[in-house]
C-alpha cells in the first residue's frame, strides 16, 4: 500500500522568509512518481512538479525549490523569499508507475502556508 | 480553450436526493478520475477511468456511481447511500505522462 505523510498541518512565515514543507512517503513499488500540487483558495489544484524515482537531482524552478532523497523516501519542497500569493495548501502525492492499473494519486494530507505581509 | 470543466460550482442537496456532478475535458485524455475532499483532509479517490465504457471503484466508492459513455465526459452521481456527502468534489484527467490535471471543482452541501 503506499502512503504520504505531511506532518505540518500549517505554517506561518512572514513575506520573504523560506519555508520548506515536508513529505515523507512509502511505497513497496520500485519504479513511482512524486508530485507536488498547490490548492490556492480557489479550489483548483495547481500542478507544480513530477519527479520519477530513478531522478534523484534536485530542482529548482524560480522562487521553488524540491529536495528529493531515496534514502529517506523523502520529497521537500522549498519557497524561498515567500510571498503572499503563496499563501494555500500544498499537497505532495505519490503514484505508482504509469503501466499500473489505475495509475492513481496517493494523497498526504497536505500543509496549508499562510504568509503575513 | 482546452481543460476541464466541472458543474455545478456550488450544489444543495436535501437527504435522500440523488445528485449529479458534471466532468467534462477536451484534452483528448483518456483517464480520469473523482476524487472527495473533506475540510482540512488531503484527496481520497472515489473512480476512475481509464477508456470509454469502463470504470474502476477506488478507495471510496460507496455510495457513488460513474459512467463512462464519451471520451470527453464522466459524470458522478452522488446517491442517497452516501451518508455524509458534504464535501469538495475534484475531477480529474491523465494523460501518458503520469501528471493529472485536475477540474476546478463542486462543493458538494447536503441541507
Known amino acids: 500500500a503506499q502512503k504520504v505523510t505531511q506532518a505540518q498541518t500549517e505554517i506561518s512565515v512572514v513575506e520573504k522568509e523560506d519555508v520548506t514543507l515536508d513529505c515523507v512517503y512509502e511505497?513497496?513499488?520500485?519504479?513511482?512518481?512524486l508530485f507536488w500540487y498547490k490548492q490556492p483558495p480557489s479550489g483548483e489544484l495547481v500542478f507544480l512538479i513530477r519527479?520519477?524515482?530513478?531522478?534523484?537531482q534536485n530542482e529548482i524552478s524560480g522562487r521553488y525549490s524540491w529536495n528529493f532523497q531515496k534514502s529517506t523516501s523523502s520529497f521537500n519542497f522549498t519557497i524561498t523569499a515567500s510571498q503572499v500569493v503563496d499563501s494555500a495548501v500544498y499537497f505532495c502525492?505519490?503514484?505508482?508507475?504509469?503501466?499500473?492499473?489505475?495509475?492513481?494519486?496517493?494523497f498526504g494530507g497536505g500543509t496549508r502556508v499562510l504568509v503575513k505581509p | 480553450d482546452g481543460g476541464i470543466t466541472q458543474s455545478p460550482k456550488y450544489l444543495f442537496r436535501k437527504e435522500g436526493q440523488n445528485v449529479t456532478l458534471s466532468c467534462e475535458q477536451n484534452?483528448?485524455?483518456?483517464?480520469m478520475y473523482w476524487y472527495r475532499q473533506d475540510p482540512g483532509q488531503g484527496l481520497r479517490l472515489i473512480y476512475y477511468?481509464?477508456?470509454?465504457?469502463?470504470?474502476q471503484k477506488g478507495d471510496i466508492a460507496e455510495g457513488y456511481s460513474v459512467s463512462r459513455e464519451k471520451k470527453e465526459s464522466f459524470p458522478l452521481t452522488v446517491t442517497s447511500a452516501q451518508k455524509n456527502p458534504t464535501a469538495f468534489y475534484l475531477c480529474?484527467?491523465?494523460?501518458?505522462?503520469?501528471?493529472?490535471?485536475f477540474g476546478p471543482g463542486t462543493r458538494l452541501t447536503v441541507l
Open positions: 502525492a505519490l503514484s505508482a508507475p504509469q503501466w499500473a492499473a489505475g495509475n492513481k494519486l496517493t
Open positions: 511505497t513497496r513499488d520500485t519504479t513511482y512518481y
Open positions: 519527479r520519477n524515482s530513478f531522478d534523484e
Open positions: 484534452l483528448n485524455h483518456d483517464a
Open positions: 477511468s481509464q477508456i470509454v465504457n469502463d470504470f
Open positions: 480529474a484527467t491523465k494523460w501518458l505522462n503520469n501528471e493529472q490535471f
